[in-house]
């Protein structure tokens, strides 16, 4: 038996307790190279309790609707930046801390120039690139031990459509 899991929008305000989302501003914090590049600055804190950053690309396989969260999972010895190259929208499942186990998951969509930093320890679900292969810039904790904790779930989630109006932002005037 599957649980259905809706897809929202992906605000500021909705990722807040999960991560960033890393997009540019309306105007850039400060113009750099004598003038000829606006600079978003600081736009994702990466947090990791040892180790360094490192910076990886992963090559993500098509996901294809409806998409089955029948596992999640979560890195607590460090946050985890995801910046896709090729503009494919992708699924970004969270999911909130309750004694250890994931509950009350939230489903959102990346929308064109979006790319998101997760918390450290905040439950997600496995990259998704939607309807075509991703290539994808991640910036997380390189270190010693281990850094994943996965949880089953007995009774899955199921993400059923993607309401275009969520991820297709429309020009600006």
């Not at 098509?62 to 999640?72: G, K, Q, S």
Request: hydrophobic share 40%; with cysteine; glycine share 10%.
């Amino acid at each position: 038996m599957t649980r259905p899991l809706t897809l929202t929008p992906l605000t500021p305000e909705a990722f807040a307790p999960y991560g960033d989302i890393i997009e540019p501003r309306d105007a850039p914090t400060k113009m750099i190279n004598q003038g000829m590049c606006g600079r978003h600055h600081d736009l994702a804190a990466l947090d990791f309790s040892d180790g360094r950053a490192g910076i990886s690309l992963f090559d993500a396989k098509a996901r294809h609707l409806p998409h089955l969260v029948d596992m999640v999972e979560r890195h607590p010895d460090g946050s985890q930046a995801f910046v896709p190259l090729n503009g494919v929208p992708f699924l970004v499942i969270v999911a909130d801390d309750e004694g250890g186990v994931p509950v009350n998951l939230k489903a959102f969509i990346t929308g064109p120039g979006q790319s998101i930093n997760l918390h450290r320890g905040v439950w997600h679900g496995v990259l998704a690139p939607i309807g075509a292969p991703g290539q994808y810039i991640v910036v997380d904790r390189i270190g010693d031990g281990p850094n994943l904790e996965e949880h089953w779930f007995d009774d899955p989630f199921v993400v059923e459509s993607i309401d275009q109006a969520l991820w297709q932002k429309e020009p600006e005037a």
